[in-house]
Each structure stands twice: as C-alpha cells, then as structure tokens.
C-alpha cells in the first residue's frame, strides 16, 4: 500500500469508528471507554504480522505519524514483531486503535497498559500466632482457614524455581538468601551475556523497568520482597517467618517500578521465565531445579492479546501463571481483572479471605474467571527495612503485615512449588488441578471462584 492510500484509510477509519473485525480491539475500545484502567499516554503496542516488511511496517508509522520506541519481542529470525509505537501530539489511543486494526501486516494494536501491585494497604511469627494463613486445623497453632502448610513445612521443595514477576526483592533479606536461585549460564560480575540471552550479569534476575541488573533497589522493593517472604521464607531456621514451601528456590524480573509497570516490560518478563526455562532446562533433572510457576501479584490494564500470548509461550513451556484477582472488590464476570482473567489454561485467579473465612472486603472475585481463594489479610511477611539514621542508614532485613490479593496469590504460588516438590514430574496441567481438586469448600468462596473453596494443601 502507497503511503498516500494508507493515510486515506488511516483517515476514514478514525472519522468512521469503524466497527473492528475479530473482537479483540472491541475489548481494547470497551476498556478504554470504561474509563477504570491506566495506560502509558501516547504510546501503543503492534504486533507486525509475521514476514512483514520494512516497508509495510514503515507505511503505518507513517500514517500515523507515529515512531518506533522500542522493540519488546521478535525481529529477525522471530514470527512476529511487537513494537512499543509513539503516536503524535494529539492522536488519541482509541484513533490509533482504530485506524490501525485490521491493516495488511498488522495482527493487532492496544495501549500499553499500566499495572499496579495488588496490595490494599521454631520461626518466630510462625510459633507467635501471627503466621494464621501458613496454620490448618491440624497444626499448632490452628486456623481452620489457613492454608495448612505449617504440616508440610518438612517437605524439601529445593528442586523446584518459582519466579516472581514484580517489583524486585531482598534476596540476601536474612529469611531469603538461602533460597535464592542464580542463572546457572551467568558467571557473576564479568561483564558479559555469559548464557547469550542479551541481558548482561543476570544473575539474580533481571530489572526490565530500569533495564540492569540490579534487581533489588531498596526499601521501595517491600512488596516483591513480602511476596518472596509467602512463597519460600526459609523455614525452620528460628527467625521471622516460614513461606508455604520454605525451601523453594526463587528468582526475580523485576518490571513494577515507582510509577508502576508496563504491558511492554511485563511481556519481557514473563518471556524471562519461559526462556530462562527452555534455555537452561530447568525441569527438575540434571540437577536444575523445576521452573513450575510464576507468581503475578498486580493487575490494573485491559484485555492484552500480547501479554496473553506471552502467558501462552509460558503455558508451553510448562509454567503456571498465578495471578492475583485485584482489589477493586470487581465481580470479574462483569468488570477486567486482567491477568487474572486470561483463559491460558495454566492461568490460576486467586481471591482474598480473611482469618476468619470471609472473603476479604477488598477483593474482587469471578465463578468463572477467578479460580480459588487463599489467605490475603493481615499477612506477615519479608520487608527490607531502614536502619539507622542519616549517613549511617542501612538496609536491614525485617517484617510486616500486608493485606491483598497481592497477600493470596504467593501462597498460592508457593502450593504449586510444595506440589511439584511431593509430586516429582507433574506437569503444569496436573499441578493446578492438584490445587484445585484439593480446594476446601468455603461459604464466603461458593459461587464467587471456580472451585468453590479455598486453598489447602494439606491434602497434596
């Protein structure tokens, strides 16, 4: 297409609102025009269809007078290309949405969504009472609606990796560092793509919001480092608190900074996981430990067909995708919970509820689309603290008491990792199903998740 019919098109489009062909931007449009979910102004995601030129991938831009910003995934040797696009003073989301949907070479066009961490403001906590979403009614102490993995806290799960998909964590935080997990293919601080997967020193992990690898950056990393605390704090150790499979070892990507996260990095960072996988085979043989999940405590943006196939790269590769339902208190069947929401099979939503049973006030929910619920207030967990004054302030390890679904999902990560740890070989299919068959039906959860219930892995 000429550059002159391409602008006469991109024109007609916008001055029509053209209905849109395959439902995807009608999804885009509606979260738009709702008006609940943040995006990063005048920029927007394409995905150039695979064996797309130059030239016809230059034909949009020009048309839209837009430029490349950033290549988040493909190019050359790649089936498709998906560009960050910065549009022109003036041209609203929804034109270019609409102008640029269903063009030759184009599979799809969305903003770039914002998202935000879900959080709704002989181990110490363990025996003191505080740790209620680790108890079950056979431990001591019991919570008949915890979790019950206080009785498994013998298992040893140090051949399974769960990765967490957030801000960055404390991983040298006293009730951590001995579960921390280091790129087998990166030798620490030389310099070099030692394992050529493009990113320098990766060793812990990787910080796609400030593209380096220092993926811890201080204290505003507190809700990465509680999540990690969920999952695999170190049990039996005498301090602080014990995770749900407190050998588990863990890694970050780090995409949720100050002003929160992008579409376009949280892409690059649930691809992290799936090619740090297949990269280094890490499925539980040859002494590598079995990537089986990540844990996805944030939400906020609109339907994503980019992030979505990303989760599906990660279904195939044989990695759950754990993902907090939100804090909006949203029915889900009505109102976007995205990523919980996502159909990817190995998606698992997870819903708030308190230490008493009830669904926590702040927690969205959804009898088709939010799959289970799990321990989300009053939680203690890992926090990197300040200590000292002035010019002699530190960081130091420590502890606090969050509430959300932000709190639910890392348990329930961290029932996947206990899982795969008691059932050696079990796919990423069978391990959400083991979660799932083993759900306790729960009043406050009846009809507002999939299974009815909430988490118990004390019948794994």
């Given at each position: 297409?000429?550059?002159?019919?391409?602008?006469?098109?991109?024109?007609?489009?916008?001055?029509?609102?053209?209905?849109l062909?395959?439902?995807?931007?009608?999804?885009?449009?509606?979260?738009?025009?709702?008006?609940?979910?943040?995006?990063?102004?005048?920029?927007?995601?394409?995905?150039?269809?695979?064996?797309?030129?130059?030239?016809?991938?230059?034909?949009?831009?020009?048309?839209?007078?837009?430029?490349?910003?950033?290549?988040?995934?493909?190019?050359?040797?790649?089936?498709?290309?998906i560009?960050?696009?910065?549009?022109?003073?003036?041209?609203?989301?929804?034109?270019?949405?609409?102008?640029?949907d269903?063009?030759?070479?184009?599979?799809?066009?969305?903003?770039?969504?914002?998202?935000?961490?879900?959080?709704?403001?002989?181990?110490?906590?363990y025996?003191?009472?505080?740790?209620?979403?680790?108890?079950?009614?056979?431990?001591?102490?019991?919570?008949q609606?915890?979790?019950g993995?206080?009785?498994a806290?013998?298992?040893?799960?140090?051949?399974?990796?769960?990765?967490?998909?957030?801000e960055?964590?404390?991983?040298?935080?006293?009730?951590?560092?001995?579960?921390?997990?280091?790129?087998?293919?990166?030798?620490?601080?030389?310099?070099r793509?030692?394992?050529?997967?493009?990113?320098?020193?990766?060793?812990?992990?990787?910080?796609?919001?400030?593209?380096?690898?220092?993926?811890?950056?201080?204290?505003?990393?507190?809700?990465g480092?509680?999540?990690?605390?969920?999952?695999?704090?170190?049990?039996?150790?005498?301090t602080?608190?014990s995770?749900?499979?407190?050998?588990?070892?863990?890694?970050?990507?780090?995409?949720?900074?100050?002003?929160?996260?992008?579409?376009?990095?949280?892409?690059?960072s649930?691809?992290?996981?799936?090619?740090?996988?297949?990269?280094?085979?890490?499925n539980?043989?040859?002494?590598?430990?079995n990537?089986?999940?990540?844990n996805?405590?944030?939400?906020?943006?609109?339907?994503?067909?980019?992030?979505?196939?990303a989760?599906e790269?990660a279904?195939?590769a044989?990695?759950?995708?754990?993902?907090?339902?939100?804090?909006?208190?949203?029915?889900?069947?009505?109102?976007?919970?995205?990523?919980?929401?996502?159909?990817?099979?190995?998606?698992?939503?997870?819903?708030?509820?308190?230490?008493?049973?009830a669904?926590?006030?702040?927690?969205?929910?959804g009898?088709?689309?939010?799959?289970?619920?799990?321990?989300?207030?009053?939680?203690?967990?890992t926090?990197?603290?300040?200590?000292?004054?002035?010019?002699?302030?530190?960081?130091?390890?420590?502890?606090?008491?969050?509430?959300?679904?932000?709190?639910a999902?890392?348990?329930?990560?961290?029932?996947?990792?206990?899982?795969?740890?008691?059932?050696?070989g079990?796919?990423?299919?069978?391990?959400?199903?083991?979660?799932?068959?083993?759900?306790?039906?729960?009043?406050?959860?009846?009809?507002?998740?999939?299974?009815?219930?909430?988490?118990?892995?004390?019948?794994?």
């Amino acid at each position: 297409m000429r550059k002159s019919t391409l602008c006469v098109a991109l024109t007609l489009a916008v001055a029509s609102g053209s209905a849109l062909a395959g439902g995807r931007s009608d999804l885009v449009l509606a979260a738009l025009a709702a008006g609940n979910a943040e995006y990063v102004q005048g920029e927007v995601l394409i995905q150039f269809s695979k064996g797309a030129s130059a030239g016809v991938k230059n034909g949009v831009l020009r048309g839209l007078g837009a430029r490349t910003a950033e290549v988040v995934r493909g190019g050359e040797g790649n089936d498709a290309e998906i560009q960050v696009v910065k549009l022109p003073p003036g041209l609203a989301i929804a034109d270019a949405v609409r102008a640029v949907d269903g063009l030759q070479g184009v599979d799809y066009v969305e903003p770039n969504w914002v998202y935000n961490t879900q959080l709704a403001s002989n181990d110490t906590y363990y025996t003191n009472g505080s740790l209620w979403g680790m108890y079950g009614s056979s431990t001591s102490p019991a919570n008949q609606f915890g979790s019950g993995a206080g009785a498994a806290r013998s298992n040893n799960c140090s051949n399974v990796l769960v990765g967490i998909i957030d801000e960055g964590y404390m991983f040298n935080h006293t009730d951590l560092a001995a579960n921390v997990y280091t790129n087998p293919g990166e030798i620490a601080g030389n310099g070099r793509d030692d394992d050529g997967n493009g990113l320098v020193d990766d060793v812990y992990g990787w910080d796609f919001d400030g593209n380096n690898n220092t993926l811890f950056d201080g204290v505003g990393d507190d809700h990465g480092t509680h999540v990690a605390g969920t999952i695999g704090g170190v049990g039996n150790n005498g301090t602080g608190v014990s995770g749900v499979c407190h050998s588990v070892k863990l890694m970050g990507a780090k995409f949720l900074g100050s002003r929160g996260g992008t579409t376009a990095n949280a892409i690059k960072s649930v691809d992290y996981f799936t090619d740090l996988k297949i990269r280094h085979g890490l499925n539980g043989t040859n002494g590598k430990p079995n990537l089986v999940a990540t844990n996805n405590s944030w939400g906020g943006g609109g339907f994503s067909q980019a992030l979505a196939d990303a989760i599906e790269r990660a279904n195939a590769a044989g990695i759950l995708f754990i993902a907090a339902a939100g804090n909006s208190a949203f029915n889900c069947e009505t109102a976007d919970c995205y990523p919980a929401e996502y159909g990817n099979a190995n998606v698992i939503g997870v819903a708030s509820i308190t230490n008493t049973g009830a669904m926590s006030s702040f927690s969205s929910y959804g009898s088709t689309t939010i799959d289970i619920c799990a321990p989300g207030s009053g939680i203690w967990s890992t926090v990197p603290v300040t200590s000292g004054k002035g010019k002699n302030a530190t960081i130091a390890s420590g502890y606090a008491s969050y509430n959300g679904t932000s709190m639910a999902t890392p348990h329930v990560a961290g029932a996947a990792a206990l899982y795969a740890a008691l059932n050696p070989g079990a796919s990423a299919a069978q391990i959400k199903s083991g979660i799932m068959g083993s759900a306790t039906p729960t009043s406050s959860c009846n009809g507002k998740v999939v299974s009815n219930g909430r988490l118990n892995v004390s019948g794994f």
